[in-house]
């Protein structure tokens, strides 16, 4: 009912730049939260950043002051600006919305990017 792209993931050095962007399309009567969450190897997955409709935000300490999220909600996209990048932000990145959809709009889902790769290292 709801789709999430992903895109944006790679290989760069320390110290560089990436934006990852997650596309949700489908059955949508409006989404409040967006979100992007991280998965290293061995490691549970855990918040990255969140951004509520109205546009406040949370991050993860970690990320505090290098990562950037932001949202477009015309487009049903959410962005995450990501600089400064550490070895340490090397996981699998996955977006996540909440949903509201169009023959259900009570009830609130939430649905899971198939994740983007994002390497960093020399």
């Known amino acids: 009912q709801v789709q999430l792209v992903e895109s944006g993931g790679g290989l760069v050095q320390p110290g560089g730049s990436l934006r990852l962007s997650c596309a949700a399309s489908g059955s949508i009567f409006s989404i409040t939260v967006m979100g992007w969450y991280r998965q290293a190897p061995g490691k549970q997955r855990e918040l990255v950043a969140t951004i509520a409709s109205g546009g406040s935000t949370n991050y993860a300490d970690s990320v505090k002051g290098r990562f950037t999220i932001s949202r477009d909600n015309a487009k049903n996209t959410v962005y995450l600006q990501m600089n400064s990048l550490k070895p340490e932000d090397t996981a699998v990145y996955y977006c996540?919305?909440?949903?509201?959809?169009?023959?259900?709009?009570?009830?609130?889902?939430?649905?899971w990017g198939q994740g983007t790769q994002v390497t960093v290292s020399s």
């Open positions: 996540n919305t909440d949903v509201k959809l169009l023959h259900d709009p009570k009830y609130q889902y939430r649905y």
